[in-house]
């Protein structure tokens, strides 16, 4: 067995000799497992990449089948809630009964979806379609959340960054291969995307075999934590994370779901060349993801979020009125910003809630979800009232939530009195 979990993920040698030197060196340093948090970060890549592909092609849905701007909403509302609604659920019960193997599953219904989405012939079927990847998101975030927070060896802020970086950086290559693959060839080449979802089933079931080798996995679930604040300070605390994670997910979501639109419209741009505009963007928001977990493992969470999410606002305000090259230029500056929040939110939630990984997890990845779902819903029908271009007037407002981060706990003080 342990041969062929050398040949999947190779590991190094300190961390295969882990379980012998247990008595004599402390969990707390263990070393940090590259190769793991790679490996994920790759499947993470390869899962988001399929994710914002769907949403690269709206355009072409749009005119294909006729759709409204309320419809292009549905479409991310349903893919969003169907995630939001069961990652808390899988998480929870994964924190108490793990289950390595699920991750490659997860992936079989993103794939599923996909393929669906490729052969669907009517709006009904889109919507079932954007369910299913739904389903797979349900799955796969908050199981790959734990498999990073297990290859950490400490290093919590590190290892979510690494794990989410690949998932922004997906999310930026699915406007990319919109426009020089899907929107070329149309709606049926969706389905050469599976190659990819393919792939990380692969990689995930090798993932599975090292989860269920881990030391972690075999713990009584049974086993408590002691919380480090009172119970009211943390549902306190959680809640300003929730309204923190509404501003910034709404506001992702402006420009990840109606970007392409507001470019077309105002400058008169191709959508190969919109698409192109959002790839820059999403390429910003993977640089400042890996920015945030780092930084907020040396000065505190904390600080990381309210200056992630604050700090963005001036160039929010400023991007409804820029020409297209300035709007370039604050794009970048707004996704570097504002993403280097989530990871710090994360963990610090999970600090704020120890023992419970899946389910903090699961929770806030599919409150994201759930908030991004709704915002495309809500943003789709008052674009269809208003216009494109007031909708960014109104969403460049959200930002200034920020200021109530002032307000959360810092963990590192109650750490060091524990």
């Not at 790959?144 to 690494?162: D, E, I, K, P, T």
């Not at 604050?330 to 704020?352: C, D, K, N, P, T």
């Not at 969403?395 to 920020?402: A, D, Q, R, V």
Request: charged share 10%; hydrophobic share 55%; net charge positive.
């Amino acid at each position: 067995m342990q041969a062929a979990d050398q040949t999947s993920i190779p590991m190094p040698a300190a961390d295969m000799s882990s379980a012998a030197n247990k008595s004599a060196v402390p969990a707390k340093v263990a070393a940090t497992v590259f190769p793991v948090l790679g490996a994920i970060s790759v499947s993470h890549l390869l899962n988001d990449m399929i994710q914002s592909l769907i949403l690269a092609i709206y355009p072409m849905l749009k005119a294909d089948f006729n759709l409204s701007f309320s419809q292009i909403g549905l479409i991310t509302l349903t893919y969003q809630i169907t995630a939001s609604l069961l990652q808390p659920i899988i998480g929870n019960y994964t924190d108490k009964y793990p289950k390595p193997f699920s991750l490659p599953i997860g992936m079989g219904f993103t794939l599923s979806g996909l393929l669906l989405m490729s052969m669907a012939t009517s709006f009904p079927v889109l919507l079932i379609a954007a369910s299913l990847v739904g389903c797979g998101s349900s799955i796969f975030h908050p199981e790959a959340s734990r498999v990073a927070r297990m290859a950490s060896g400490g290093r919590h802020g590190l290892a979510q960054s690494l794990f989410q970086v690949g998932g922004n950086f997906g999310s930026s290559l699915g406007p990319l291969l919109a426009a020089w693959l899907i929107i070329p060839h149309g709606q049926h080449s969706l389905s050469w995307v599976s190659i990819a979802a393919l792939v990380a089933m692969f990689i995930l079931f090798q993932i599975g075999r090292w989860y269920r080798d881990h030391p972690a996995t075999r713990k009584s679930h049974t086993a408590s934590v002691q919380a480090r604040l009172p119970r009211k300070k943390v549902i306190t605390a959680v809640s300003i994370l929730m309204l923190l994670v509404f501003s910034k997910y709404f506001y992702l979501t402006s420009i990840n779901s109606y970007l392409t639109f507001y470019l077309i419209s105002k400058f008169q741009l191709s959508v190969q060349d919109a698409q192109v505009h959002l790839f820059i963007f999403l390429a910003a928001v993977a640089a400042g993801t890996v920015i945030g977990g780092p930084v907020g493992d040396k000065i505190g969470r904390r600080a990381v979020i309210w200056v992630s999410i604050l700090g963005a606002a001036p160039f929010t305000l400023a991007l409804p009125y820029a020409n297209l090259f300035w709007s370039s230029v604050l794009l970048v500056i707004i996704g570097v910003i504002i993403a280097s929040a989530f990871s710090a939110i994360l963990v610090y939630a999970q600090e704020l809630i120890p023992g419970k990984v899946g389910m903090v997890a699961g929770l806030f990845f599919g409150f994201a979800f759930g908030m991004g779902g709704i915002g495309a819903a809500v943003l789709g029908v008052l674009a269809d009232k208003t216009t494109i271009a007031f909708v960014y007037q109104i969403c460049s407002f959200l930002p200034l939530l920020g200021i109530i981060a002032a307000f959360l706990p810092d963990t590192r003080v109650q750490a060091a009195q524990h």
